[in-house]
């Protein structure tokens, strides 16, 4: 079983569309996050729920909203797709204290055209 | 606040090569430390981690030493293949925060046959 899975894997869109993507986690982790990970690598930390609640918005669009229905998913809603968020989007899980680290998904790709 | 750095640019190397990727670590509190690998087309997976000074993570071949006194967390694998080719993440995570993974900017080694 995938521990933390990711859909669509790929996603094609044309700008000024709107899109979800989800994430389900099977670890039974408290906490779930999103990253954001451009053309470079570099990764950027998006938001963190812990067990449905919001604890880490970064700098991000208002565009881009996350829902936590429960603490096993992570869904990412986006609005009005613009270029810039070409990225691939990573999703991951950890217990409350997250020493231990992360178990990431194996990320979606969107592509804005 | 806290962050990771990586040295710049990708690695390149023979197979069978000696390997060192240098992590150097800024952290309020005391962190935990991990190495996070994603192979071309794939999520992050974690490597190895030290949660204590002096501790060494090992995994596949690679080692890293927690070193409080340098704040370093040292990748190296003694002899590596064209399968270690993939993008190496040093990240740090302090306990009682916000769970927050901090990421270095990965770097790209590329094991040439």
């Known amino acids: 079983d995938t521990a933390v899975s990711q859909t669509p894997k790929y996603l094609v869109t044309q700008m000024g569309n709107d899109k979800s993507i989800k994430c389900e986690q099977n670890?039974?982790?408290?906490?779930m996050y999103w990253y954001k990970q451009d053309s470079k690598k570099f990764l950027k930390i998006m938001f963190s729920?812990?067990?449905?609640?919001?604890?880490i918005n970064e700098t991000v669009p208002n565009r881009f909203s996350p829902k936590s229905p429960d603490k096993a998913h992570l869904n990412l809603h986006i609005n009005s797709l613009e270029l810039g968020d070409s990225a691939v989007y990573f999703c991951?899980?950890?217990?409350?204290?997250?020493?231990?680290?992360?178990?990431f998904g194996s990320g979606t790709r969107i592509t804005v055209v | 606040g806290n962050s990771v750095t990586q040295m710049e640019g990708p690695v390149t190397l023979s197979e069978e090569a000696f390997l060192t990727i240098n992590c150097t670590y800024t952290?309020?509190?005391?962190?935990?430390l991990f190495w996070y690998v994603q192979y071309p087309g794939e999520g992050l997976q974690l490597l190895l981690k030290?949660?204590?000074?002096?501790d060494k993570g090992s995994n596949k071949g690679f080692e890293a030493t927690y070193r409080k006194e340098t704040t370093s967390f040292h990748l190296e694998k003694g002899s590596v293949q064209v399968s270690d080719s993939a993008v190496y993440f040093c990240?740090?995570?302090?306990?009682?925060?916000?769970?927050?993974?901090?990421f270095g900017k990965g770097n790209q080694v590329v094991v040439i046959p």
């Open positions: 991951a899980s950890s217990r409350r204290q997250g020493w231990n680290g992360y178990t």
């Open positions: 670890l039974g982790h408290d906490t």
């Open positions: 729920y812990n067990n449905k609640e919001l604890i």
């Open positions: 952290a309020t509190g005391y962190p935990s």
């Open positions: 030290a949660t204590k000074a002096d």
């Open positions: 990240a740090l995570s302090v306990p009682y925060g916000n769970n927050r993974l901090a």
